[in-house]
């Protein structure tokens, strides 16, 4: 038989058939409020929080570096500048220099080409003819001075630095407002506790190069080659400063945190060459992505932890509510059982001291333990017979598990131990046992009892 209920929380019904008797097992989805694994002060209310980086004091170092190297780069090209006008000053009057002495310089070499061209006319023939089987050309040759030309400087090259890489620098309000809240506490500085989550850089993305034999198949023939590849190891760490007007109670990196992640480079490449030119195009788009992507996890990390050890966190159950039916018998007991516990159930959100959640279960657990004093296991044909009554044991573990009675769901585990169970109680009650064990630890801490 299988039924679905609407009653405050989704409900499915799934049933098994005994011998008399419909049991059906109701799983039930509800919150409850899990009370904190280390609680703070009971007088704190309210909290406080914040996400602080480091990267606006970083970006502006690395902007006030980059402003007072672009202004002595000016200040050098200024000066060069300056030389280089007193240089041209230079070799335009050199130039000039030149360019007067020019023409006296022509004149002189036409003088000296007449002079040795008169002489070389005087020669005779024969000693002209001897000169020249001697391989001693006498013939006078016009020596004309090199026109003066402009030796201008080279023009001053002004060496501006490049902008520097910033910091990613994230919506630090947007981050705590969705990161760093603390369930069950109200935001209110008044005797408030603190929460710091300091960011932490990400670390330099430095690739490490790895080459893997590879062998490639193809028309029954084999060949071999390389794969290359990058892995990237890198993580950012994220500090979680946890105060109290009482002092601090947390300040350090969480483990899960405190870790190397890996990044690698998608598929193969066939050679260093594009390997090295993929990640020249990538390392920007990959640096951001996971500058994104280290906050928003590790941030989640710190907010699981923070809930999980300070907070009154709601917490999804689901519930197994064993109700029976027959045509011929009565069970109104078990029906009016299963209203009230769904009641106190759907009202464990209320408050963590669970007032009225537990007079409703409480009611139920009543009703339960009075129909086990009908159990007759051995007898197929009595109302609470073997079926019943194991279900009856864990309705009611489950039950005083969530009204804080964890000795009395410990007696009845071990008595439900006594019985030849089927596989499926076994299960069930080990189940409800772990989470006995962890909710009683809770208990403990919080109660001190």
Request: glycine content about 4%; proline content about 4%.
């Amino acid at each position: 038989m299988k039924k679905t209920i609407l009653l405050g929380a989704a409900l499915l019904a799934i049933s098994f058939n005994i011998q008399a008797q419909d049991v059906d097992k109701m799983e039930t989805k509800f919150d409850y409020i899990q009370l904190p694994s280390k609680p703070l002060d009971k007088s704190i209310k309210n909290y406080t929080s914040k996400v602080v980086s480091g990267a606006e004091a970083i970006n502006k170092k690395l902007m006030d570096d980059y402003n007072l190297a672009v202004k002595q780069a000016e200040a050098d090209y200024q000066k060069d500048m300056l030389a280089y006008s007193v240089k041209l000053k230079e070799a335009e009057a050199e130039y000039q220099k030149e360019l007067l002495a020019y023409p006296a310089l022509l004149k002189y070499a036409n003088d000296t080409y007449l002079k040795e061209k008169e002489l070389y006319d005087k020669k005779s023939i024969i000693k002209k003819l001897a000169e020249r089987e001697l391989g001693e050309e006498g013939k006078p040759v016009k020596n004309i001075p090199r026109e003066p030309y402009k030796k201008t400087p080279n023009i001053p090259y002004k060496n501006t630095p490049a902008m520097p890489q910033l910091a990613k620098v994230f919506n630090a309000e947007q981050l705590a407002g969705t990161y760093l809240k603390l369930e069950g506490f109200k935001p209110g500085a008044t005797n408030a506790v603190n929460i710091t989550a300091q960011l932490g850089d990400l670390s330099p993305l430095v690739p490490e190069m790895k080459i893997a034999d590879m062998t490639y198949y193809s028309n029954g023939k084999s060949t071999p080659y390389k794969a290359y590849s990058y892995i990237i190891k890198y993580k950012r760490l994220i500090t979680l400063i946890v105060e109290t007007p009482q002092g601090v109670v947390y300040n350090e990196v969480p483990m899960e945190i405190n870790k190397d992640l890996i990044y690698k480079s998608p598929g193969e490449f066939k050679s260093e060459y594009e390997l090295n030119n993929w990640w020249s195009s990538n390392k920007a788009r990959i640096q951001d992505l996971l500058e994104n992507e280290t906050v928003e996890k590790n941030l989640s990390v710190i907010q699981t932890l923070l809930n999980d050890n300070y907070a009154f966190k709601k917490v999804n159950y689901m519930a197994d509510i064993y109700l029976v039916k027959d045509k011929k018998v009565d069970y109104s007991d078990y029906q009016n059982a299963y209203l009230a516990v769904i009641e106190g159930y759907n009202s464990l959100t209320e408050n963590y001291e669970k007032v009225a959640a537990k007079a409703k279960i409480n009611e139920a657990i009543a009703i339960w333990e009075k129909a086990l004093l009908e159990s007759d296991v051995e007898n197929k044909k009595a109302r609470i017979d073997e079926d019943v009554t194991y279900a009856t044991y864990l309705n009611l573990i489950e039950a005083y598990i969530f009204v804080d009675d964890f000795s009395k769901a410990k007696s009845l585990t071990a008595k439900l131990t006594i019985y030849d169970i089927p596989r499926r109680v076994r299960k069930r009650m080990e189940e409800l046992t772990v989470f006995a064990l962890a909710q009683n630890e809770r208990f403990k801490g919080f109660y001190g009892k």
